[in-house]
């Protein structure tokens, strides 16, 4: 199980369907035609306060989703400050 800590929210990335490109890109990689991405936050560290909590719908920019990839899993971190909003209620 993987804790954010410093203001980061551990998020989920939504797979894309396959798009036919004339470029082969290798399995599991993310393209986005749009630069901003729903994500669903799966986690928050302990320095973030309500609104933002588990299991919110939020939107971000692509750019800003980092990918750590530590051997035994890869997940996905979004900064508090780069979230531009919640979808849903």
């Keep these: 199980m993987f804790t954010p800590c410093n203001r980061y929210l551990l998020v989920e ?13 290798p399995e599991g990689s993310f393209t986005t035609e ?14 973030i306060h309500p609104p933002l909590c588990p299991d919110n719908n939020i ?6 989703i980092e990918e750590v990839d530590f051997g035994e899993e890869v997940v ?11 979808v849903g209620g």
Aim: glycine share 4%.
């Design 34 to 47: 749009n630069r901003f991405e729903k994500v669903k936050v799966l986690a928050i560290s302990s320095g």
């Design 59 to 64: 939107i971000v920019l692509s750019h800003m």
């Design 76 to 86: 996905y971190l979004v900064l508090e400050n780069h979230v531009l909003g919640i």
């Design 13 to 25: 990335r939504e797979i894309k369907k396959e798009v036919k490109s004339l470029i082969e890109l």
